[in-house]
Every structure is written in C-alpha cells, then in structure tokens.
C-alpha cells in the first residue's frame, strides 16, 4: 500500500477514506470556531451576547463564502489542468485564485466596516442585540481577507495532494481558536470582545502558515508566484465556484430569516435556540461538506484525463458512503439531542426543553443534506457551475425560504424547524434527477 495517496489513483473504500478524512477533519475544526465562541460566550457572558454572536455569524460567513467561490471553482479547474498534463498553467491559475482573493477580501471588508450599523439594523437588530453585534462584528472584520483566504486553502491543499498538511494547519487554527477563547474569556473577562478576538487569532494562524507554505519551494503540486490577470479564467472559478458562494449566502441569508421569524414567535429564546442547532449541525454537516470537498479534486482530476471507469467508481461508491453518514448522524442527533443542548443552555430550563425539542425535529435533515451537498459539489469538480448553482439555489433560496416563511403559518414553531428538512428532501430529488439526466454526458453512472 502507497503512504502517498495521489489524485490519479484507482479508488478503494479505503483509499477514499483515507484520502478524504483529512478534509472531513478540517471542515469540522474550521466550524469549531463558532462553536467555541458559542459555548464560551453562552456560559461565560449570557444570553444577550449569545444571541448577537448567533445573528452577526450569518454575515460574516455570507463575505467568507468568496473564499469557499475561488477556492471550490477554482479549485476544479486547477485540477482539471492537473489531469491534462498542463502542471504550469494550473500553478499559474492557483496564484492568480489566492491574488484575487486577497484583493476583494480587503475592498468587502472596507466597505462593510463603515456601513456595518444600518446593515445590522436592517436586520432587525437593536438595543443590546445591536450594541453586542456591532462590537463582534467591529473585531473581526479586519481579520475578513485572511478568513476568505483560510476557507480557499482549505480546498487547494486538497488539490495539491497535501490533505494533511491541510488538516495540521486547521487543527492549529482550531486550537489557538479554544486556547485564546478560555484565556480571554475565562480567565481575562474580555466577554464578548475576547470571543471575537480568539476567532481571529485562530482564523491567522488558519491563513498564515498556508501563505508561507506555498510561497516557499515545497513538494506539492502549487505554488504560489507570478501570474497574470487572466479575466476569463477569473469569471469561469466564480461561475464554477458559483454553488458554493450561493450556497453560503443562501445559508445566511436563511439564518436570518430564521432569525426574524423566531423573534416574532418567541423572541430571544428561539434565536438562542436556534443558535445551538446551527452549532451542532454545523459540525455534523461539515462532515458531509469536507468528503464533498475532498473527492472534488480526484473527481475534477480524472474527468480531466477522461478516466470515465474511475469517474463511475467514485459516484458509486460515494453515495454508499454519503448514506451510511446520514443514518449515523440521524441516530447521533437523535440520542445526543439532549446532552449536546446541556452543554450550551444547561443553565437555562426553559431555554434547554425548548432547544431539545427543536434538535430532534430538525435531526431529519441529516438524512438528506449529505446528498444535496454531494450532488452540487459532483458537478462542480466537472465544471458544470450552472448545474450545481441550480441545485444550491433551489435548496437554499427557493425551497428553505419557501418553508420557513409559510410552514409557520400552520404548524407554529415545529413548522420553523421542520423547514430545512422539507428543503432538502426536495433537493435530493432534483438532485438525483441531474445526475440521471446528465450520466451520457459525464459517462460516471
């Protein structure tokens, strides 16, 4: 057995494990962060605070997402170049994704620096709702273009072979993320504003040491050095890459709306409520996300060097896997529900049994967000953009809106957190009848 897991490989169970586990890691240390500052900021500030990290965390994910747009679309087409043989071009096209990033993570966080309070207020934000957001908000902006550049990183370490290059450098990120939040919270008492701080160092350490890495002589297959601006190349990673941008804004955005109806039902307690759920599902769908992240180089690499046998093998044997996690997530939010809402509202009583309640509603989501991930991304690593941001809008924009707006009108509460799992039922099925319709053109079923 190889110790070097290469993209032109034949794929086993265990080689796709493998291969894969590293990114399934990263992506569940990368959501930690929130995570973290959740249960710090819950247990160690209050509800108040808790609430105004939950309700600004949509917007700074929706400006993080251009990361995920040039680091999952360009990505594919890095690997695409891979697997025509044209190494120069693909290093050349790494660089220019990393450049562009930089550049339109500093203008974005300019702009939404000085316009940050009418934005909030927009959002239905006031009172000491407003006054916590703004201040987590003012902190962490700054730390906006290496946070972009983090969540792109987390792709191309994939593309250039080095996985766990990828997951050494999240678990220190993650790690300086939980040390500095118990120091500065815990033993300090900054409160709100050391949450925010310890977030940043961690999204630092996160982006640094992966901008050292590849601006050095390495053993990858990147390499960051000159380029030039090539506008074609740039507007095919943003289309290509247009799902997962659509997908993290559309994801906001829903959390926001989630926001403002649970405000309406039952005020602060829901978005507390809320924000638990989306901490554990955060984590859980990370896992779906980091395989969907880490097969999409190989997928990308082989459609390039038109290997369709290898292609058929890893649809095959990817949705296998896909189900055996969702069975497994399912019965894991379904028997944990309880302990995991402890650990974040525990003090609260009220608080905790509405929380339990909304977990197991919304635990059937896990049995179908796996294939609605796996679906977009499969099409993304064949450069089929348009294909993939169909499905993510659906998903996101159209069905989930759809549900959260009209569900509570006959079912309440329930009817909020039924939603997302409605939502995605739906998009499993206009997923599956992509991958059907589109198997002559892509020769993988």
């Not at 693909?90 to 203008?107: D, H, M, W």
Request: positive net charge; aromatic residues 14%.
């Amino acid at each position: 057995m190889k110790d070097t897991i290469q993209l032109s490989d034949h794929f086993d169970y265990s080689r796709l494990i493998r291969f894969t586990l590293p990114s399934i890691i990263m992506m569940i240390f990368t959501s930690i962060y929130g995570v973290v500052d959740g249960y710090f900021v819950s247990n160690f500030v209050g509800k108040t605070p808790f609430a105004a990290v939950n309700f600004i965390m949509p917007l700074i994910m929706i400006l993080g997402s251009v990361g995920f747009m040039f680091g999952a679309g360009g990505g594919a087409l890095v690997a695409r170049s891979l697997g025509e043989g044209k190494k120069e071009r693909a290093r050349r096209l790494f660089s220019l994704f990393v450049y562009a990033t930089a550049i339109s993570g500093t203008v974005i966080a300019i702009i939404i620096f000085i316009f940050l309070r009418p934005i909030l207020q927009l959002m239905g934000a006031e009172g000491e709702l407003l006054k916590n957001a703004l201040l987590y908000g003012r902190i962490l902006l700054p730390f906006l273009p290496i946070f972009m550049l983090q969540f792109e990183f987390t792709s191309f370490f994939i593309t250039a072979e080095k996985p766990r290059l990828g997951l050494i450098v999240t678990l220190l990120a993650g790690c300086t993320n939980m040390f500095f939040d118990a120091l500065f919270m815990g033993v300090f008492k900054w409160n709100l504003a050391g949450a925010a701080i310890a977030t940043g160092l961690g999204i630092l350490v996160g982006a640094i040491i992966p901008l050292i890495y590849f601006s050095r002589p390495n053993s990858s297959l990147l390499r960051l050095g000159r380029t030039k601006i090539n506008g074609v190349a740039l507007l095919r990673a943003c289309t290509n890459g247009s799902s997962e941008l659509m997908s993290n804004i559309a994801l906001s955005i829903v959390s926001m709306l989630y926001n403002l109806q649970l405000l309406k039902y039952i005020g602060e307690n829901g978005v507390a409520a809320y924000g638990v759920i989306m901490y554990i599902s955060t984590v859980f769908l990370a896992i779906f996300t980091g395989y969907a992240n880490g097969i999409a180089p190989v997928t990308g690499y082989h459609f390039g060097a038109g290997n369709h046998a290898e292609l058929k093998n890893l649809l095959q044997k990817s949705l296998k896997l896909v189900t055996v996690l969702a069975l497994i997530m399912f019965a894991l939010a379904q028997l944990l529900g309880g302990m995991m809402a402890n650990i974040f509202v525990g003090y609260d009583a009220e608080l905790l049994q509405l929380t339990i309640h909304a977990i197991r509603i919304y635990a059937f989501v896990y049995l179908f967000a796996g294939f609605a991930i796996y679906s977009s991304s499969l099409f993304t690593a064949l450069s089929d953009g348009i294909t993939s941001a169909l499905i993510a809008f659906l998903r996101s924009l159209v069905f989930e809106i759809s549900m959260v707006l009209l569900l509570p009108i006959f079912l309440k509460v329930d009817g909020i957190w039924l939603s997302a799992v409605l939502a995605d039922m739906f998009t499993v099925i206009v997923a599956f009848s992509f991958i059907i319709a589109k198997r002559k053109r892509y020769h993988y079923y």
